[in-house]
C-alpha cells in the first residue's frame, strides 16, 4: 500500500481509554485512514499511555483533533457520509457500501454515543450472537472492546474503497 492517506475517516468520541485510543492510532496508521478525536477525553492528554498502545505508530498516523461535536461537524463537509457504529444501529455494517471519505464514528467506551447525535445520522450494528445468548448480570449484553469494533469496521470499509489491495 503506497504511504498516501486512504480517504477514511475514523471518529472517537469523547474516548475514555488512553490504550484503546493508541491502538486504535495504530489501526489507522496501518490503513491510512484519518484518526479524528472528539474532546474531552477522559484521560488527560494523548500521552505515554496511548503512545505505548501504539507501538510508536502515533507518528505515522493523521490524527486531529477537535474541541467539541460541534467543532468536528463544522470541519465536514455538508455532503459528507456519517456513519455511527452503535448497539442501537437499526443496520448491519457488512451491508454496507463504504465509499471513500466517509466517517466511521465510535462512541465512548462506558455509554457509547449520546441520543442526539444517534438520532442525526445512520447507526450500523457489529452482530454479537454471543452477546444476545449470554446477558450479563446487570442484564446489559456484553460488547466487543471499542478497538476491536473500529478494526471491524475500518478494515471492511478499507476494504471495500480499496477494492484490490489484498494479495
Known amino acids: 500500500m503506497s504511504n498516501s492517506f486512504l ?9 475514555e481509554n488512553p490504550h484503546n485510543t493508541g491502538a486504535i492510532a495504530r489501526t489507522c ?4 485512514a484519518k484518526l479524528h478525536l472528539v474532546k474531552p477525553y477522559g484521560f488527560d492528554s494523548i500521552g505515554k499511555d ?13 490524527m486531529l483533533e477537535h474541541e467539541s461535536w460541534q467543532a468536528f461537524m463544522a470541519s465536514v463537509h455538508s455532503d459528507a457520509r456519517i456513519w455511527l457504529f452503535s448497539d442501537k444501529g437499526a ?17 465512548r467506551e462506558s455509554d457509547g454515543l449520546p441520543l442526539e447525535i444517534l438520532n442525526a445520522h445512520p447507526a450500523l450494528n457489529i452482530p454479537m450472537p454471543g ?8 442484564h446489559r449484553f456484553h460488547s466487543l472492546n471499542l478497538s476491536v469494533s ?6 471492511e470499509a478499507a476494504r471495500q474503497i480499496q477494492k484490490n489491495w489484498l494479495p
Open 7 to 15: 480517504m477514511l475517516n475514523v471518529v472517537l468520541y469523547r474516548p
Open 50 to 62: 496511548a503512545r505505548r498502545a501504539s507501538m510508536g505508530y502515533l507518528e505515522d498516523s493523521q
Open 150 to 155: 473500529v478494526g471491524i469496521a475500518a478494515y
Open 131 to 138: 452477546a444476545i445468548l449470554k446477558p450479563r448480570d446487570d
Open 29 to 32: 496508521a496501518m490503513l491510512r
Open 91 to 107: 443496520g448491519v455494517y457488512s451491508q454496507v457500501e463504504f465509499l471513500e471519505d466517509d466517517y466511521l464514528v465510535f462512541g
